[in-house]
């Protein structure tokens, strides 16, 4: 579980330029990270490479934080 | 309606032989070739493998990592030539009317590397379509204007010029235009190009137009001399402050010089080829000075197209006798690109740099690389061929061709009261 975190903390902040310390899972990819709706959508194919998932459409519209997407991470993953 | 004056009033560079202004302005006056083997892919199988590529940057040191990855190469090139443009213009950003200055940059071929390298990885993968959000902001043109607006607000008029190598000849035309009919105060323009890569190689290669002179890749960028063999392709970017006079004098600003005239045809002749008459290029030339209102016998120097290529430079110096007639022979001609190599549709730009250049230390640069001069070229033309020629500079003409057959030819001058 913590390395699929670790993973998700490691892309966000090299895609996003910041500090992975402050990618915790509280924290809104928008609000909080500077993220728009381009590195959002490029966020989704990263995870989707590193994880080999399918990360479905409306699956994406209910991802606000961090934790929220580590959640769906998960959730696909048990699903493969 | 009376037309606003054009002033010059900051410069930026980044070119293969001098990444700021001062760096190439120097490497012009010392006659240094820009040319190395290529780097940005493995060029063991194409018949050209050498350019003149932009050395030792890192583009980190001028934009944001988050940023970059949303930039093709040739935005990159443009925003840093920006930077140095802005800073040396010394306007206070803060106090000016963003809504009345825009951004005009020329490009031939834009973010066509990024669409390349989607492509390339698209068809070596599983075929699953896994493309970026980033790619089309990365492929189109436009947005190398658009990322320049966003940085500074400007939101004035905004847009790219394409027209092949005379790209950015058209942005500065424009630009000035805009500003003497009163629809802007300022105006960033300039060209970018950034296009070293397999496809513009190899697809320039199979027209025989590059040089493939490899094992003499210094001296494979040639003008008018007579064992030259095509054009060496160069990569960068030069960015101009183009502003209305008064608006400059009323900051105080530096003034490098004023723009005055543009003139622009097309060759109907052949969709690469020049026209071998040089007729429509003569034309641009003329409406360039009548434009400006400039007698030929007042031009100083010419800053000429001269690729290197047989052809071109050919139908040049044609359109040039044709044009100043006698006086050709005391006209100071050279060809930036003997050095730069040819950077497509930023060429106009880097070649306005120099002219300014020119202009404020009444000194040419030399062409590098003549031995023997082409022997249907006058042979007592000046092309700057022993070294750098001090001389007063106060009307100094650019030449752009495009392959489309653009002809553009635009027309500087000194600035007085």
């Known amino acids: 579980m913590s390395e699929i975190l670790e993973k998700v903390q490691s892309i966000i902040a090299e895609k996003l330029s910041v500090n992975p310390a402050d990618v915790t899972p509280e924290k809104s990819f928008s609000d909080d990270l500077g993220a728009d709706s381009l590195d959002t959508a490029e966020l989704v194919l990263d995870f989707e490479n590193a994880f080999g998932i399918k990360m479905p459409q409306e699956e994406m519209e209910n991802i606000i934080t961090v934790g929220d997407a580590v959640n769906a991470i998960e959730k696909l993953i048990a699903e493969k | 309606m009376e037309l606003q004056r054009v002033v010059i009033t900051g410069m930026g560079a980044l ?11 120097d490497a012009l006056l010392k006659g240094v070739s820009g040319t190395g083997p290529i780097t940005h892919f493995d060029p063991e199988k ?6 003149c ?9 001028f934009i944001p990592k988050k940023t970059i990855a949303r930039m093709d190469l040739c935005a990159q090139y443009a925003m840093i030539s920006t930077m140095e443009a802005l800073e040396d213009s010394g306007l206070d950003l803060e106090r000016i009317n963003k809504d009345r200055v825009g951004v005009i940059i020329g490009s031939g071929i834009g973010g066509f590397t990024s669409m390349m390298d989607s492509a390339i990885s698209f068809i070596a993968s599983d075929r699953v379509p896994r493309f970026s959000p980033y790619l089309l902001i990365k492929v189109l043109g436009d947005v190398i204007s658009g990322h320049i607006s966003l940085k500074y607000g400007f939101s004035g008029p905004n847009y790219i010029t394409s027209a092949a190598c005379a790209s950015a000849a058209n942005a500065i035309g424009d630009a000035m235009h805009l500003i003497q009919l009163g629809k802007a105060d300022i105006i960033v323009t300039g060209g970018t ?5 397999e496809t513009a190689i190899g697809g320039f290669n199979a027209m025989h137009a590059l040089s493939t002179r490899n094992d003499d890749y210094m001296h494979a960028s040639r003008p008018f001399d007579s064992k030259r063999d095509g054009f060496v392709m160069g990569e960068g970017a030069a960015t101009l402050i183009l502003e ?15 723009i005055c005239g543009i003139g622009m045809t097309a060759d109907t002749y052949h969709i690469t080829a020049p026209a071998p008459d040089g007729k429509s290029a003569a034309a641009s030339m003329r409406l360039a000075l009548q434009d400006a209102g400039i007698k030929p016998e007042e031009v100083d120097y010419i800053n000429m197209h001269g690729t290197s290529t047989p052809q071109g430079d050919i139908s040049e110096c044609i359109a040039i006798q044709s044009t100043f007639g006698d006086h050709a022979r005391k006209l100071l001609l050279n060809s930036t690109k003997s050095m730069t190599g040819h950077l497509l549709g930023a060429g106009p730009a880097v070649e306005s740099v120099a002219i300014l250049k020119s ?4 000194i040419v640069h030399p062409t590098i690389n003549i031995e023997k001069l082409d022997e249907r070229i006058p042979q007592d033309w000046n092309f700057c061929a022993q070294g750098p020629v001090q001389h007063p500079i106060d009307v100094v003409m650019s030449n752009s061709f495009g392959f489309g057959g653009h002809n553009v030819s635009l027309l500087y001058k000194r600035y007085v009261e």
């Open chain 2, 244 to 258: 209305r006079l008064d608006h400059a004098l009323a900051r105080g600003a530096k003034i490098y010089g004023e």
């Open chain 2, 15 to 25: 070119t293969p032989v001098g990444n700021n202004v001062d760096d190439y302005w």
């Open chain 2, 53 to 61: 590529e932009v050395k030792g940057l890192t583009v980190e040191d």
């Open chain 2, 359 to 362: 202009i404020q230390n009444n």
């Open chain 2, 193 to 197: 190009e950034a296009s070293i890569n």
């Open chain 2, 46 to 51: 194409f018949e050209t493998r050498f350019a």
